[in-house]
């Protein structure tokens, strides 16, 4: 059987320019603009302005949408962009399984480090600890490897290092003050 070791989990907040990772993945909604969430558009050298526009990206549950930060200033080195569908719709149901996909498709990619945007403009204050959780859920499931035991399918790379990250321009502090910073892992890491 193979053996896993745990990857934790780790949060915060502040600026989106200041995060450093591999990839930063934002939920995106059919009716959300360009500038939905601020900066990102401007890193990308306007190519999420251009995939709406031109319908490439149409923000469908899981369309997955990539393109690389070109703004220096910066310390994200791409963007994915993963459709959640209606933004009324929108709850930790959607987030758990929008985070799942994301980790999929970064692991798939062989990604080392993924950072899930937690949109604070889509949920209330109080909703924004059930959304950490569900993200944090979601990223856990991503861990999982079905093909792991058949012998014909390509194994998925290693889990990343996951970071759950807020669209505040607050610093980190706010996450533990929102309760994203106690996020409880679910599965085996909860059982040490």
Do not use: Y
């Not at 896993?4 to 909604?29: E, K, M, N, Q, S």
């Not at 251009?50 to 990539?66: G, M, V, W, Y």
């Amino acid at each position: 059987m193979p053996v896993t070791t745990p990857v934790p989990i780790t949060t915060t907040g502040g600026p989106l320019a200041a995060v450093d990772t591999d990839l930063l993945v934002a939920p995106w909604f059919e009716d959300d603009p360009a500038g939905a969430v601020p900066g990102l558009d401007a890193a990308t050298g306007g190519e999420i302005a251009r995939a709406i526009a031109s319908k490439e990206f149409a923000a469908q549950p899981f369309d997955l949408f990539l393109a690389p930060v070109a703004n220096a200033d910066w310390r994200a080195r791409r963007v994915a962009l993963m459709g959640g569908g209606k933004s009324r719709e929108f709850g930790p149901e959607i987030a758990r399984k929008l985070a799942a996909a994301a980790g999929l498709a970064a692991r798939q990619r062989r990604i080392g480090r993924v950072a899930f945007v937690l949109r604070t403009d889509t949920s209330s204050a109080v909703e924004v600890t059930a959304l950490a959780q569900a993200v944090a859920e979601g990223l856990s499931l991503a861990e999982f490897n079905v093909g792991s035991h058949k012998t014909d399918e390509p194994a998925l790379g290693n889990t990343p290092v996951w970071t759950i990250t807020l669209t505040s321009e607050a610093d980190g502090g706010d996450c533990a003050r929102t309760g994203a910073g106690r996020v409880q892992q679910p599965g085996p890491r909860a059982r040490q």
